[in-house]
């Protein structure tokens, strides 16, 4: 197990405090229509990457995952300015502006997306793990989804050639108790989610999901075995979000007060009172680290207003192979 140590804890809570204010400047930011098309925000889910990315191996190890996609890839090393750029459509984004919100990827840090299919990225987590069991490069994918995506055939069938191949992939449910507004008690007969890995014979386990010490604990133990070559681990992860499911989410499904509830255990501010109870750092040190991440959140912001939008060029080459497609220089034209 890697060690977790005071400087950890200190890691966390920047990074953590970071990851939500980035996404409360998403909002912002399609609230004034800067931000267009859909936007899934991460609040309440944070410790999910912190517990995560500690336990892996960053120079080998991948993540894949679904639409809710800004604060992964930059617990995995990517410069937040280019995800904000990809979010506001410039050219310096990941995606050079073109793929937008769900569709965040970079190959260099090992980030696979982002994908808007529900489910589409269970399958395309374990080929990426197959190909890395194929050329022996001792690296484990972990392969992330909703709750709702578990509701998906492509699931099963997966779970099924995982085992029988004994592939090194970590699946991961980022279980937020709701499929876009239908919770996991009304769309499942067993809403113990991590139960339908244990009908494969893939050892599965429910973790708690607003604490990354747990989190990273558990995902290390699964991470090593896959190492191995032990085979799969399924992590049913339960976390929440205190926004909607997307910013056109009136949230009539769930109360106020079930919000607040969760709000108690808001991951950021455990983080905040471990701190400070074990005198690891004073309250006005823990202000300034937050002044400094709001901050690099407006660098951020200001990186991206000010880089260009991608040429209309660009648009058909990354769509097409073939340079002379018979109708592009007429619709350039």
Excluded at 296 to 315: D, G, H, R, Y
Aim: net charge positive.
């Amino acid at each position: 197990m890697k060690e977790i140590t005071t400087k950890t804890y200190l890691k966390w809570f920047k990074d953590m405090f970071f990851w939500r204010k980035f996404e409360d400047k998403c909002r912002s930011l399609y609230l004034k229509q800067k931000i267009r098309g859909f936007l899934h925000l991460y609040n309440g889910q944070e410790a999910v990457p912190a517990g995560l990315t500690h336990a892996m191996d960053l120079s080998k190890d991948k993540i894949i995952t679904a639409y809710r996609c800004h604060i992964l890839p930059i617990s995995m090393g990517v410069d937040p300015k280019r995800v904000m750029a990809e979010l506001l459509g410039k050219e310096t984004g990941t995606s050079h502006g073109m793929g937008g919100s769900m569709h965040i990827f970079s190959k260099e840090n090992r980030f696979y997306g982002g994908h808007g299919i529900v489910g589409g990225q269970i399958p395309l987590g374990a080929g990426i793990a197959f190909a890395d069991k194929y050329f022996n490069r001792k690296a484990v994918t972990l392969t992330l989804m909703g709750d709702g995506a578990v509701r998906q055939g492509s699931l099963h069938e997966t779970f099924n050639m995982a085992m029988i191949w004994k592939l090194p992939v970590v699946f991961i449910c980022e279980n937020n108790k709701y499929a876009m507004g239908t919770s996991v008690e009304r769309s499942a007969n067993i809403e113990e989610i991590y139960k339908i890995g244990l009908s494969y014979g893939m050892p599965s386990f429910p973790v708690d999901g607003m604490d990354p010490e747990k989190i990273s604990r558990v995902a290390y133990t699964a991470i090593e075995k896959a190492r191995k070559g032990e085979g799969a681990t399924f992590l049913d992860i339960k976390t929440y979000r205190y926004r909607g499911h997307s910013m056109s989410d009136n949230e009539l499904y769930r109360s106020k007060e079930e919000v607040l509830s969760y709000k108690k255990k808001d991951p950021i501010l455990k983080l905040k009172n471990i701190i400070l109870k074990n005198n690891w750092e004073t309250i006005d040190n823990l202000s300034n680290i937050e002044n400094k991440m709001k901050e690099k959140v407006e660098s951020c912001v200001k990186f991206a207003e000010n880089s260009n939008n991608p040429s209309l060029e660009n648009m058909y080459n990354v769509v097409y192979n073939e340079k002379n497609y018979p109708f592009l220089d007429k619709v350039i034209s």
